[in-house]
């Protein structure tokens, strides 16, 4: 089926270990997006990618880097992962008319 | 920049009952997208219903439809006859109609639960 895979779908890092998340999109679309979400704030915008060869930030990128590595693939990176990013995250890719969200991802940093 | 306020965090209703939630957003663009989202403990983001500022009339999706007043700036969701599956988190979202900017602004979400 076509839409967005994000990996893993769960994750617990210790403190200060760095990991990737995956997300792909068969859809081709343009754009693609890393949001993180938590209890009482709704979605937020960490990166974005509004064409395969650029990223910018998001309302909260501080603590992440991403990767646009060709037009199906938007990796999220957190060099030293930190208590307060535990979250949830969710990739997504959009065209004019609509997103594609992934299923997310559950990271616990302890 | 834009924001969007979702007043009411917790929202209950009985089944086969309507309920509306509400959502405000401030902007200073003439032209954009509203949507409201569900996201059941699935956790999957489902799109409900989506409406295009340009366009008078209110977007309908079968029991859902919604009141959009652009000069108020507020877009709320009505869901009619209301079923078990309905409960969910619901989040209204704002974005702009440029292209290559669909970043969503989202508001803080209202969860909805169904009452048997």
């Known amino acids: 089926n076509a839409g967005v895979t994000q990996t893993p779908k769960f994750q617990v890092l210790k403190t200060g270990q760095s990991m990737t998340l995956q997300c792909a999109q068969d859809m081709n679309h343009n754009s693609m997006y890393w949001y993180r979400q938590d209890p009482g704030m709704g979605l937020r915008l960490i990166y974005y990618?509004?064409?395969?060869?650029?990223?910018d930030k998001g309302e909260v990128p501080n603590g992440y880097n991403v990767s646009r590595l060709n037009k199906r693939e938007f990796s999220l990176r957190l060099e030293s992962a930190a208590p307060s990013q535990t979250s949830v995250y969710f990739c997504?890719?959009?065209?004019?008319?609509?997103?594609?969200f992934g299923s997310g991802t559950r990271l616990t940093v302890v | 920049a834009q924001t969007v306020t979702q007043s009411q965090p917790e929202m209950s209703v009985q089944e086969a009952e309507t309920v509306t939630l509400s959502c405000t957003y401030d902007?200073?663009?003439?032209?954009?997208?509203l949507f409201w989202y569900k996201q059941p403990p699935s956790r999957q983001m489902i799109l409900v219903i989506r409406?295009?500022?340009?366009?008078?009339q209110n977007a309908t999706e079968n029991r859902f439809s919604v009141n959009f007043q652009k000069a108020a700036k507020s877009f709320s969701l009505k869901i009619s006859d209301s079923q078990l599956g309905d409960a969910a988190m619901y989040f209204c979202?704002?974005?702009?109609?440029?292209?290559?900017?669909?970043?969503?602004?989202f508001g803080t979400g209202t969860r909805l639960t169904i009452i048997p």
């Open positions: 409406q295009e500022a340009y366009k008078q």
């Open positions: 997504a890719s959009a065209s004019s008319y609509g997103y594609t």
């Open positions: 902007t200073s663009e003439s032209d954009y997208y």
């Open positions: 979202a704002y974005r702009s109609p440029y292209f290559g900017n669909e970043k969503l602004t």
């Open positions: 990618s509004a064409s395969e060869g650029t990223t």
